[in-house]
């Protein structure tokens, strides 16, 4: 994509979202309600497809990854075991002047407001992340619960059920894709930080004994999964390990991406140690080691994590696939022609393919071809506007082929298809359609 500012480039993509019902605002007939997002009709397609991606690479293509799909609201002694109801949080502070908040952590210095250099501030405030609820008809501290902030924790409850009904024995994991909540303090950058968002972790529980060259195997698999799966360019991406590390942790990386805003964390692949397994077994009082038949040994298995937000990688998705550029219907002392594209993967786009009629008259002969296709791929009748529009509204959601049916193919039983990123155009045989489109799409 041409080089551009930073807001531009992202205003452009929000604009785009809300325009082509991808994601818009929460409550927007309320004026909005920060830190919440809703997916339209192209948008759930795009993240459900995501999400099925990773699910297929993460479970279903492995025989040592098994799946779980546990409650939102687990028992608040949960958090208090996890650390996120003493420490999950920030210390801020707020200029009283000109009403910026702050983590204090991140001042260059603490005392004066970086924005205005005043002065006048408020004492440091802990902000605590988790969002409460109460879980009963009584609104007292004794039924506070708390809506989940990662989707991790119940893993670790869930391991020894999940273990003994599977007769899964160490080294394996279990993966779960769900929604969590955080109070963040400043959602901010679209859906990038959001207070409502949906994880896809992984958790692997090892031996200690061999556990960082699970480390390795998943940092390097992850990789693997943006470059293949997800075709991001590697000049985008990079690993960013941690200078600090938790005192439980022996090893931490985060996937960082180039976003139009800058470099941020998509994914953090975590060494967690026994932490996870000796906090819930001190909290619940249960023993929960791991009885190793071959080593004839009990111990807290080791836990090797994998963990990404989908809606922040639907958003690098978004970032990497927009793309402007000039059409050859250019004209001299005319404006510049700009198409719009977005380059999804066939295997994430929203629409895959486009049934495009030639003519009204041929609005029936276009939809009985898409039906047949109904279910294999995710597919749209387009029958509004001449062609040229059409190809361009199929461009901007970003349908790699696009079917038209003219009246040429009453004749020879043949449609034209249109590749979206060469705008090159093929005729092919109706009877050959689905196994070009297989092979194209399905890969
Ligand atoms: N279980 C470990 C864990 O939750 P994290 O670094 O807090 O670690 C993991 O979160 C991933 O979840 C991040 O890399 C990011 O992709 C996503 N994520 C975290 N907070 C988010 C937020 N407020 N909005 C959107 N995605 C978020």
Redesign the pocket.
């Known amino acids: 994509m041409s080089e551009q500012p930073i807001d531009t480039c992202m205003e452009k993509i929000v604009s785009l979202c809300k325009r082509r019902g991808f994601v818009f605002q929460s409550s927007e007939i309320y004026g909005g309600f920060n830190?919440f997002w809703d997916y339209g009709p192209y948008g759930i397609a795009l993240k459900r497809a995501v999400e099925r991606q990773w699910w297929l690479y993460m479970v279903e293509k492995r025989n040592n990854v098994v799946g779980l799909d546990s409650s939102i609201i687990c028992h608040p002694k949960v958090w208090k075991a996890s650390g996120h109801v003493d420490r999950f949080g920030d210390i801020m502070c707020d200029c009283k002047k000109c009403k910026t908040r702050f983590r204090v952590d991140q001042m260059p210095d603490p005392t004066t407001c970086t924005n205005c250099g005043s002065k006048d501030l408020t004492p440091p405030r802990e902000f605590n992340l988790m969002m409460k609820t109460y879980v009963g008809p009584v609104f007292d501290e004794e039924h506070i619960a708390y809506l989940r902030?990662?989707?991790?924790q119940p893993i670790f409850l869930d391991f020894h059920s999940i273990r003994i009904a599977t007769r899964m024995q160490l080294p394996f994991g279990i993966a779960q894709v769900g929604k969590?909540f955080?109070n963040?303090i400043t959602?901010r950058m679209f859906?990038?930080?959001?207070?409502e968002?949906s994880?896809m972790?992984m958790e692997f529980f090892c031996a200690d004994e061999g556990s960082m060259e699970w480390f390795e195997y998943w940092r390097q698999e992850r990789w693997n999964f943006y470059l293949n799966v997800l075709k991001f360019p590697v000049e985008k991406l990079h690993l960013h390990p941690h200078d600090k590390l938790a005192h439980y942790a022996k090893a931490a990386v985060?996937i960082e991406y180039e976003f139009p805003f800058g470099w941020g964390?998509?994914?953090?692949i975590?060494h967690r140690g026994t932490w996870d397994m000796s906090q819930h077994q001190q909290f619940s009082e249960q023993d929960l080691q791991y009885l190793d038949q071959t080593a004839n040994k009990r111990y807290l298995p080791t836990v090797v994590?994998t963990?990404?937000?989908l809606?922040?990688?639907v958003l690098a998705i978004l970032c990497n696939a927009y793309d402007e550029d000039r059409a050859p219907t250019q004209k001299e002392g005319m404006e510049d022609d700009v198409r719009v594209v977005l380059h999804f993967p066939a295997t994430v786009a929203p629409v895959q393919v486009a049934f495009l009629p030639l003519s009204k008259k041929l609005n029936q002969n276009a939809q009985d071809l898409q039906e047949k296709f109904l279910g294999r791929y995710r597919t749209e009748l387009d029958v509004t506007g001449n062609i040229g529009k059409r190809y361009r509204r199929q461009d901007e959601i970003g349908t790699p082929y696009c079917v038209t049916f003219d009246f040429d193919s009453l004749e020879d039983n043949a449609v034209t298809v249109r590749e979206r990123d060469s705008m090159a155009q093929e005729r092919i045989p109706i009877e050959g359609l689905r196994a070009y489109l297989d092979e194209k799409v399905l890969g």
Not at 149 to 152: F, K, L, R, V
Not at 191 to 195: A, D, E, G, L, W
Not at 265 to 268: I, K, S, V
């Open positions: 830190g902030a990662e989707t991790c969590a955080r963040e959602p859906t990038f930080r959001s207070r968002f994880q972790e985060d964390e998509l994914e953090g975590h994590e963990s990404v937000g809606d922040r990688m």
